[in-house]
């Protein structure tokens, strides 16, 4: 049976991707996970400075979903280099570096910096954070993604991913955009705006009232976006939002998606990705499907 799947010029030896900021930099959890079910693991986003995050509370989990509000908590460009990327290199599994910034100057200069570093494949641009108090997120405009995305390009031949919000009204034409300026791959989706109000005190129970949504409740709503997005783009997708079980991660290969990430059910099976392979496995075994590729976009209306 053959599980490996192409990221740009990548080879990931599973089409599992551990989702940014569910999985910290691998090393919280490395005595919890076996590795070799990972095709690659994603960063926490960093940013060119430190950032401490937002207020607590910051996770408040619903019947159904997670709201966070973290706020891009991270140590920063140069502790992420010193202290991160030498322990990233010793897991089992390729590793991709989630970056944000607040200006484009800011994505070009940690694009530079990072594009000096052999042992960095592949680079994913958050450019879907709804936790930092921007008037608009990047990926909610097409001119500002294709823009962004274009001089990021010429930055470095590293493999290139466009992390997109679902917050717009259409996401064919972010994706597209995204496409045309050059992106090897597209992570589909970030989180959804979302707030929880405790009706005693009358207050938002996220300390910065609203957050993004992730977890169970927003997998139809994903599935949605990246069956829409998979039809109009030549490139992988990276397929995830709510996916937690084999039969989940299935629809979205079937839906269009090479790859799938795992977000949310992080924080409460970090090992899940084992379940969900033997899930993989078992289906393409049923199915006679030798080779992982001709599962994709395999629905049939
Ligand atoms: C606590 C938490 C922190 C997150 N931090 C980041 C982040 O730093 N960068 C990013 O691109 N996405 C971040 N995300 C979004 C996830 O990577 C993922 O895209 C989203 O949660 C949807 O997938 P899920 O429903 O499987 O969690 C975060 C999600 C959660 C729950």
Known sequence: MYLAVKLGKLTLKTPIICASGTFGFGEELKGLVNFKNIGAITTKT?????????????????DHGVLNSVGLENPGLDVFVAEKLPEL??????????????????????????????????????LSCPNIQLKKMVSQDKTLTYELLKELRQLTSKVLIAKITPEVTDIVEIVQSAREAGVNALSLVNTFYGMAINIEERKP?????????????????????????????????????????????????????????LGTINLVYPNQAEQILKGIKDYMKKMKIENIDELRGGLIV
């Open 205 to 261: 129970y996220l300390g910065s009232i609203y957050g993004g949504y992730s977890g169970r409740a927003i997998k139809p709503l994903s599935l949605y976006r990246v069956w829409t997005a998979a039809k109009t783009v030549d490139i992988p997708i990276i397929g995830g939002g709510g996916i937690e079980s084999a039969t989940d991660a299935i629809e979205f290969l079937l839906a269009g998606s090479s790859l799938v990430s």
């Open 89 to 126: 290199k010793k897991f089992n599994t390729k590793f991709i570096v989630s970056i944000g910034g607040f200006s484009s100057d800011e994505y070009e200069e940690i694009v530079r910096q990072l594009a000096q570093f052999e042992e960095i494949e592949a680079i994913e641009v958050n």
């Open 46 to 62: 960093i940013t060119l400075k430190p950032r401490r995050g937002n207020l607590p509370p910051r996770i408040f989990e619903t």
